[in-house]
């Protein structure tokens, strides 16, 4: 057997598939080989730096397979298992992990998200999956390669924020943003019993796709008057939650705008600016201080009992992400997939990526 295999890497700012050592899997480490990945913009921000790597790196954070190889001290997976892993893989034993919240793992905001980032990931024929105890889990043989794989950050990261709101059964849930995250926020926030589901995003376009996958009305912010169309949706009380997905520091107040008194505002967004850059509120949205009106901000929680939670809900037909995967890459085009992604190219929200 080879003890090369391919991955994308970044080199010089730039994603390029390059011939690697296969891994090996240490203490606690499990190796997989690889049947489907994708990208997403966060791969990008790698690649262009928005995101600090180091050059040499193998990108991807979204990945599916079957065991290959068991590390000392590992058990309960047998080679040739079919396996997935959350795009955060966290310790699952230090103070935030214990504490519910690991996606901080170690102390770091984005301390449970090191995949492609800080170590080598998952866009290869081969990956190793670290505190394989606490991240791996197996596919239900009910569910696909391609379903499991939405699952891994598109699922996981965008089910966090109507989890964590508690929004009540039969509320309405707003959600800015209509990329992966935010699309999989509607999905899920349909699951877990909202009653009315309203979707927000800049431009017309996609309204069939946000329709598909749960929402009620979807709405664009050029040819709605958003905040009045979710007072009239609502008979004037406004959501119970809102979901900003958007990544633009425009749609938070908006968000806050929309949120009746004593509702939530969850927010999924990793925005980007100056150290002492600030999020406006007027004060009218905020309900002069006494609106009861609360705000979380909120990163994936991943580890495999929830993973595996999530994967019950594809297998039993309560969320169908297959809608997501909107074209379909050879690794070996992998290039391209990145490229493609990076436009922006209106319809097309993530690859299939097939090995």
């Avoid at 209509?178 to 926020?185: R, S």
Wanted: aromatic residues 6%; hydrophobic residues 40%.
């Amino acid at each position: 057997m080879s003890q090369t295999m391919r991955a994308l890497v970044l080199r010089r700012g730039k994603a390029v598939i390059e011939s690697r050592p296969l891994p090996q899997a240490g203490p606690g480490e499990v190796v997989v080989r690889t049947t489907a990945a994708s990208l997403c913009s966060a791969d990008a921000a790698c690649v262009g730096g928005e995101f600090p790597t180091p050059d040499g790196t193998v990108l991807g954070h979204e990945a599916v397979g079957v065991v290959h190889e068991i590390g000392p001290g590992v058990s309960g997976f047998s080679a040739g298992q079919r396996v997935t892993v959350a795009s955060t893989t966290p310790c699952g034993q230090c103070a935030d992990c214990q504490r519910g919240f690991s996606g901080h793992c170690q102390g770091t905001a984005w301390g449970g998200y090191t995949f492609g980032v800080s170590r080598d990931g998952s866009l290869a024929e081969y990956f190793t999956v670290p505190f394989a105890a606490h991240n791996l889990v197996p596919i239900p043989d009910g569910v696909s390669d391609a379903d499991a794989l939405c699952v891994t950050d598109t699922i996981a990261s965008g089910s966090t924020g109507p989890e964590a709101a508690r929004f009540p059964l039969g509320g309405t849930v707003v959600v800015f943003g209509q990329g992966h995250v935010g699309l999989a926020a509607a999905m899920t926030a349909r699951a877990m019993g909202a009653g009315l589901v309203v979707t927000v995003k800049a431009r017309p376009g996609g309204e069939a796709l946000a329709k598909a996958v749960g929402a009620d009305h979807a709405l664009n912010l050029a040819e709605h008057d958003v905040e009045a169309d979710i007072r009239r949706l609502t008979a004037g009380a406004g959501a119970d939650c809102a979901i900003e997905a958007s990544g633009v520091i425009a749609s938070f107040p908006r968000a806050v705008a929309v949120t009746r008194l004593g509702g939530v505002i969850a927010v999924l967004s990793s925005y980007s600016g100056p150290d002492d850059a600030t999020l406006p509120i007027p004060l009218a949205q905020w309900g002069w201080g006494i609106g009861d009106k609360t705000i979380l901000s909120t990163f994936q929680r991943s580890g495999s009992e929830r993973l595996g939670r999530l994967l019950r809900l594809v297998e039993t037909g309560r969320l169908d992400p297959a809608p997501l995967l909107t074209r379909t890459y050879a690794f070996g085009d992998s290039e391209r997939a990145l490229a493609d992604l990076t436009t922006r190219e209106p319809g097309h929200i993530k690859p299939l990526i097939t090995f």
